[in-house]
T-cell receptor, first 114, second 112 residues
Framework: DARVTQTPRHKVTEMGQEVTMRCQPI?????VFWYRQTMMQGLELLAY????????DSGMPKDRFSAEMPDATLATLKIQPSEPRDSAVYFC????????????FGPGTRLTVT | SQKIEQNSEALNIQEGKTATLTCNYT??????LQWYRQDPGRGPVFLLL?????KEKRKERLKVTFDTTLKQSLFHITASQPADSATYLC???????????FGSGTRLSIRP
């Protein structure tokens, strides 16, 4: 049963600290998405990779957020420095371009910045 | 800018009835319109998608329609069951996933 995995599942950190979230997409998928979900804003697309190349990160605050795919089995989302307004659930999703961009979501990382 | 609206925050219906959820959008039509289910504390789960040139898709008790003139998609769950209670999200996917926008979701509750 192939699944997207995310670590950590929960993270509590102080304002100003660096946060790194990791995602392992489903083997064989060539697209990876990072989303942020809050009660106020709902699900927002932060970044999108296809074949490990970043295609769109226009939804991401560039000054503090960065997303990378060092290899096909790992995607990372970093926040440096973190701020209380970054508190949210961060989801990674993967998919295959040829399957109409159906997305398979991971369980999410719940981030709390105090 | 493109906007997407799901009919209501919450919908409560009796078990056995058909639940109908609405997704409306402004401006230009997407290449695909997708529907997801999200349970508390979990990530969204893909259910169905419909293409711009399709009118209707079905999967078991689920049916999706897409009207590009009205700029609206309807999502139906027939013979609803308490286990169908969840939040349902629609998502607009533009060509080559260059842009993906999720609605805020409708929380569906099915009472026995």
């Amino acid at each position: 049963d192939a699944r997207v995995t995310q670590t950590p599942r929960h993270k509590v950190t102080e304002m100003g600290q660096e946060v790194t979230m990791r995602c392992q997409p489903i083997l064989g998928h060539n697209t990876v998405f990072w989303y942020r979900q809050t009660m106020m804003q709902g699900l927002e697309l932060l970044a999108y990779f296809r074949n490990r190349a970043p295609l769109d990160d226009s939804g991401m605050p560039k000054d503090r957020f960065s997303a990378e795919m060092p290899d096909a089995t790992l995607a990372t989302l970093k926040i440096q420095p973190s701020e209380p307004r970054d508190s949210a659930v961060y989801f990674c999703a993967s998919g295959y371009e040829g399957r109409n961009y159906e997305q398979y979501f991971g369980p999410g990382t719940r981030l709390t910045v105090t | 800018s493109q906007k997407i609206e799901q009919n209501s925050e919450a919908l409560n219906i009796q078990e056995g009835k058909t639940a109908t959820l609405t997704c409306n959008y402004t401006n230009y039509s997407p290449a695909y319109l997708q529907w997801y289910r999200q349970d508390p504390g979990r990530g969204p789960v893909f259910l169905l998608l419909i293409r711009e040139n399709e009118k209707e898709k079905r999967k078991e008790r689920l049916k999706v329609t897409f009207d590009t003139t009205l700029k609206q998609s309807l999502f139906h769950i027939t013979a609803s069951q308490p286990a169908d209670s969840a939040t349902y999200l629609c998502a607009l996917v533009y060509s080559s996933a260059s842009k993906i926008i999720f609605g805020s979701g409708t929380r569906l509750s099915i009472r026995p």
